[in-house]
């Protein structure tokens, strides 16, 4: 590894490294940035697969401007996985869709469903999410006391990607928002208990993979105004999306709309109880500033950490010599501290204008198809909470344990019953 001399441990391929406070993680990220923007690194050490079969190492990337450059640049692909390690292509592309397309299929595929996700779609639904959010928060009121992971964070998500999907029937709803939890949790112990973090992974994949044409079969006899109706109708080059590609989208919407929704609003409740002074300023005019505080919230603690690409060809990043064929894993939420970028960056400032992190990825082909509607979602959560449980108070969260997700297992808190 090419980060010797530094004075934290930087060893961000190891569990060891990732079971390390929140701030010393940070702190590690930080002296990469200023010391060894593109550093390599061995083999990541994999839940999901055993060490002989996870065999190469990867360039870690970890200045903004870097990782932006990277997002953009053709010449890094997603073909290949977009995880740090070797899974089988095959398998990561049934789950995950045009998230592992590079151009001209990745453009074709997005194509298709992009609109359904566009800020003025999102807009159209608003009350119906706000209501939702609404009901989910007003049965809790009355109990002064839960765990918002399970009772909120994890259900609006999963109930407004049920919406969308078009999934009307309760049982496949309960099914899908179930088998979206487990999609991100192989490493979670309520579920490795029973199954090895591949087989959990895979299991929630087929779950889904399987409501996905269950729904197409429904959908195709009677369509509706969902995105399931859309992609059994679309064709392309003259011919009908296959069974498989509607399945592998079905399985990456799930995915992608779930854990990355439910852990930022958990995170956003716990900073704003952390900072009493920003959760204050917050609540003197909710709606006339929580749109500039929840990209302050997302800068803080994006829910994705990294996602990797390929080298397609040799190329220089950051003044590192890139070989085709290299793995190269983008670092958002080192980015996001960047101080060449962001004024005081260890500062969480909810004012802070512009504000250019990368939450949502470093722009180009992947940027976020729902990032509207999961800044959508995270408002109207944060809304609901700060109205209708006033002194509404964290106790002990639960972190899950994650290079990829900044994740949250469990949120007790407690609230007085009016
Ligand atoms: C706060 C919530 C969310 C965050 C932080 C987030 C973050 C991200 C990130 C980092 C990427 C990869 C960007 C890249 O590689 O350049 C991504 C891709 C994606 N996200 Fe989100 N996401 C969120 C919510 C959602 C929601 C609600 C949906 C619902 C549809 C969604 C759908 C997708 C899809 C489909 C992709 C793949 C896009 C592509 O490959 O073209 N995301 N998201």
Not at 193 to 209: K, R
Not at 370 to 398: M, N
Request: hydrophobic share 40%.
């Amino acid at each position: 590894m090419s980060t010797a001399g530094s004075a934290i441990p930087t060893d961000i391929e190891t569990f060891a490294f990732w079971e390390r406070p929140h701030h010393e993680r940070l702190a590690a990220f930080k002296w990469l940035r200023e010391n060894d923007p593109v550093s390599w690194h061995p083999p990541a050490e994999s839940l999901l697969l055993p060490p002989e079969a996870n065999r190469y190492g990867f360039w870690a990337v970890t200045r903004h401007a870097d990782i932006v450059e990277a997002s953009r640049n053709k010449n890094f692909q997603s073909g290949q996985g977009v995880f740090m390690e070797d899974i089988d292509v095959a398998t990561v592309k049934g789950a995950l869709s045009f998230l592992v397309e590079d151009q001209p299929r990745h453009t074709e595929l997005r194509g298709i469903v992009q609109s359904a996700f566009s800020p003025a779609n999102v807009r159209k639904i608003d009350g119906w999410i706000r209501q939702h959010a609404h009901d989910l928060v007003a049965e809790m009121a009355p109990e002064g006391a839960a765990d918002v992971v399970t009772r909120l964070s994890k259900v609006l998500p999963g109930l407004i990607f049920a919406h969308y999907v078009g999934v009307t029937d309760d049982e496949m709803r309960d099914r899908t928002v179930h088998a979206a939890d487990q999609l991100g949790s192989w490493n979670d112990p309520a579920y490795t208990q029973t199954m090895t973090p591949m087989e959990v992974f895979g299991s929630a994949a087929q779950t889904l993979a399987a409501t996905a044409l269950e729904l197409a079969a429904l959908r195709r006899v009677e369509p509706g105004d969902d995105v399931v109706s859309w992609l059994v109708q679309t064709e392309f080059e003259g011919e009908r999306m296959t069974d498989h590609d509607i399945a592998s989208f079905f399985v990456l919407l799930s995915g992608a709309s779930n854990d990355t929704t439910g852990h930022a609003i958990s995170h956003s409740l716990i900073e704003l109880q952390r900072h009493p002074e920003q959760k204050a300023w917050l609540l003197e005019d909710f709606e006339g500033r929580i749109d500039n505080a929840v990209e302050e919230l997302l800068r803080w603690r994006p829910p994705i950490i990294h996602f990797r690409r390929t080298a397609r060809e040799d190329c220089t990043l950051g003044g590192a010599e890139i070989k085709a064929g290299d793995k190269v894993v983008l670092w958002y939420e080192s980015g996001n501290f960047d101080d060449t970028i962001f004024d005081d960056p260890f500062t969480l400032d909810l004012t802070r204008r512009p504000n250019r992190h990368l939450a949502f990825g470093g722009g180009g082909i992947h940027f976020c198809l729902g990032s509207a509607l999961g800044r959508q979602l995270l408002k109207c959560a944060l809304r609901e909470v700060y109205t209708q449980l006033p002194d509404f108070e964290i106790q002990e969260p639960k972190v899950g344990f994650s290079n990829i997700f900044n994740s949250m297992r469990h949120l007790p808190a407690t609230w007085t019953v009016s």
